[in-house]
Nanobody
Framework: QVLLVQSGGGLVQAGGSLRVSCAAP????????MGWFRQAPGKEREFVVAISRGGWRTYYADSVKGRFTISRDNAKNTVYLQMDSLKPEDTAVYYC???????????????WGQGTQVTVSS
């Protein structure tokens, strides 16, 4: 079992920036690919970005490409999602997830964080 603890997020105006973090306290998660997903009210959970175990490969949804950046620090057992140029449509609960491969499908991830609200006002 891998416990993922999220932090960060909050409220920001359109065009602003936020960062969300996801940590695995007491665990070495370098053996896991990590992903970020989001779910807006009344919508399905959607893929945002994923990063490979070593951090060398990243995959972004078209909707966030060029605005969001995923990174990981395996020494700190933490993955980060830097969100810039935020838009109101980015408003959602953001979830980190750990799995074997950095893929789009949420079903491929085994462990999930508790979720973090990100709200972008217009």
């Amino acid at each position: 079992q891998v416990l993922l603890v999220q932090s960060g997020g909050g409220l920001v105006q359109a065009g602003g920036s936020l960062r969300v973090s996801c940590a695995a306290p007491g665990r070495t998660f370098s053996g896991y690919a990590m992903g970020w997903f989001r779910q807006a009210p009344g919508k399905e959970r959607e893929f945002v970005v994923a990063i490979s175990r070593g951090g060398w490969r990243t995959y972004y949804a078209d909707s966030v490409k060029g605005r969001f950046t995923i990174s990981r620090d395996n020494a700190k057992n933490t993955v980060y999602l830097q969100m810039d140029s935020l838009k109101p449509e980015d408003t959602a609960v953001y979830y980190c997830a750990a799995g074997v491969n950095p893929v789009v499908a949420a079903s491929a991830y085994d462990y999930w964080g508790q979720g973090t609200q990100v709200t972008v006002s217009s």
